[in-house]
Antibody, heavy 121, light 111 residues
Framework: QVQLVQSGADVKKPGASVKVSCKASGYTVTSHAMHWVRQAPGQRLEWMGWIIAGSGNRKYSRNFQGRVTITSDTSASTVYMELSSLRFEDTAVYYC??????????????WGQGTLVTVSS | QSVLTQPPSVSGAPGQRVTISCTGSSSNIGAGYDVHWYQQLPGTAPKVLIYGNTNRPSGVPDRFSGSKSGTSASLAITGLQAEDEAHYYCQSYDSSLSGYVFGTGTKVTVL
């Protein structure tokens, strides 16, 4: 079955960068967009961006422009999300999720299990 | 910024019907972009309940239904059950932001 498995929790200092991985199985990672969504403690979901693995096509939310980079390694069926210049408010659970549907009409299914990133001095 | 607005909480007794609204604008729901709904149980990743405004993925009970009209959408849960206690989020695309947006989230409590 389709599964997305993410890397483990991480703790970073303010100003540092974090890179979260998302390994896909059960389907070809190049066939669907992969999205990243985060959720700060007790807060709503926030979309960060997407990539079509292997194509170079990607798009980022304006809220993260310049700080987020989404990349892929198709040989490893893995997508990565790197967030730089971390702030305390970047403490959140980060999810990857496969996109379905046409452009600008995507919904997300399934989701990875989530990766908690804590920014602490 | 909260582009899609949902009520913070709704509640109902077992067996009752509850609805969750998702209010957008002319740059998202009103522009014709589809609305999708997710259920998030405590400590878990979201799961899609409704996609494309009204469609249920296989495995989702038919107690869940979605609708869309104008700049708003709604999720209805009929025959409320204890296991429906969760957070629910709507999601769409916003042309002015050039990105996907989520609702503010609604906590459903089964009394």
């Amino acid at each position: 079955q389709v599964q997305l498995v993410q890397s483990g929790a991480d703790v970073k200092k303010p100003g540092a960068s974090v890179k979260v991985s998302c390994k896909a199985s059960g389907y070809t990672v190049t066939s669907h967009a992969m999205h990243w969504v985060r959720q700060a403690p007790g807060q709503r979901l926030e979309w960060m961006g997407w990539i079509i693995a292997g194509s170079g096509n990607r798009k980022y939310s304006r809220n993260f422009q310049g700080r987020v980079t989404i990349t892929s390694d198709t040989s490893a069926s893995t997508v990565y999300m790197e967030l730089s210049s971390l702030r305390f408010e970047d403490t959140a659970v980060y999810y990857c999720a496969r996109g379905w549907g046409s452009s600008e009409q995507n919904w997300f299914d399934p989701w990875g299990q989530g990766t908690l990133v804590t920014v602490s001095s | 910024q909260s582009v899609l607005t949902q009520p913070p909480s709704v509640s109902g007794a077992p067996g009752q019907r509850v609805t969750i609204s998702c209010t957008g604008s002319s740059s998202n729901i009103g522009a014709g972009y589809d609305v999708h709904w997710y259920q998030q149980l405590p400590g878990t990743a979201p799961k899609v309940l409704i996609y494309g405004n009204t469609n249920r993925p296989s495995g989702v009970p038919d107690r869940f239904s979605g609708s869309k009209s104008g700049t708003s959408a709604s999720l209805a849960i009929t025959g409320l059950q204890a296991e429906d206690e969760a957070h629910y989020y709507c999601q769409s695309y916003d042309s002015s932001l050039s990105g996907y947006v989520f609702g503010t989230g609604t906590k459903v409590t089964v009394l």
